[in-house]
């Protein structure tokens, strides 16, 4: 069912254009303030319409869609595609997640050390 021009409920949009594989993580998400349409969180039955960015938490990663088509039921990939704009950034390249200390589930918290050569790893400026 093609909508195009209209409007659509945010958690249906998302679920249909492949960024969740269910509709209920997807209202999940939106519950938890992981999903933002034009900069504000939104819950699941937020409109959606074309010209509207949305920004979506997914696995850790931000991804930053603007809207091209609304579609309220799921559609294969190629017409997924061609339903949003990807303006997401990058993901880190595997160097740079490897070069990251990792600590040790149960290992407790980071020493002020630790915490400072982390920090100094990833460019922030000590507090």
């Known amino acids: 069912m093609d909508q195009h021009g209209g409007t659509a409920r945010v958690d249906c949009w998302i679920w249909a254009v492949r960024l969740f594989k269910t509709r209920s993580a997807a209202a999940e998400a939106c519950r938890g303030g992981h999903v933002r349409v034009n900069g504000v969180a939104v819950k699941p039955a937020h409109q959606v319409k074309p010209g509207d960015e949305v920004r979506v938490r997914v696995a850790g990663h ?20 061609q339903c949003l704009i990807d303006k997401s950034p990058p993901p880190p390249s595997p160097e740079i997640i490897a070069s990251l200390p990792r600590r040790d589930r149960g290992s407790g918290r980071p020493t002020k050390r630790e915490r400072r050569e982390t920090d100094r790893l990833q460019g922030r400026s000590p507090d």
């Open 62 to 81: 931000e991804r930053i869609v603007l809207v091209e088509r609304v579609v309220a039921k799921r559609v294969g990939a190629v017409i997924a595609a």
